[in-house]
């Protein structure tokens, strides 16, 4: 679950700054505390559906378009390999 939300993280912040907005002026367009937004685009913690609309709203892109290019992302990087197990 946790590069999904990395990814989806990568994919606001990517959204923000190409369209030119600082951290501050996303956080007043959407409502929210830019602490709370800097650790979602941290992949730090996961948005409520609520607070997801209202990203999307300020970003100017559907809700459904960050998720699924989030999804795209954390499905094209490959994991971390994994510790063996101990016998």
């Known amino acids: 679950m946790s590069d999904y939300l990395r990814s989806l993280g990568a994919v606001v912040r990517a959204t923000r ?3 030119g907005l600082s ?4 956080a007043a367009a959407a409502d ?3 602490a709370l937004l800097q650790a979602l685009e941290q992949g730090e913690a996961g948005p409520t559906y609520l607070l997801l609309l ?3 709203d300020a970003l100017g892109t559907p809700a459904s378009e960050l998720v699924l290019l989030a999804e795209r ?3 094209s990087t490959p994991s971390p390999p994994t510790a063996p197990e101990a016998e």
């Open 17 to 19: 700054v190409r369209q």
């Open 23 to 26: 951290m501050a002026e996303l």
């Open 32 to 34: 929210a505390d830019p």
């Open 54 to 56: 209202r990203v999307a």
């Open 73 to 75: 992302e954390a499905d």
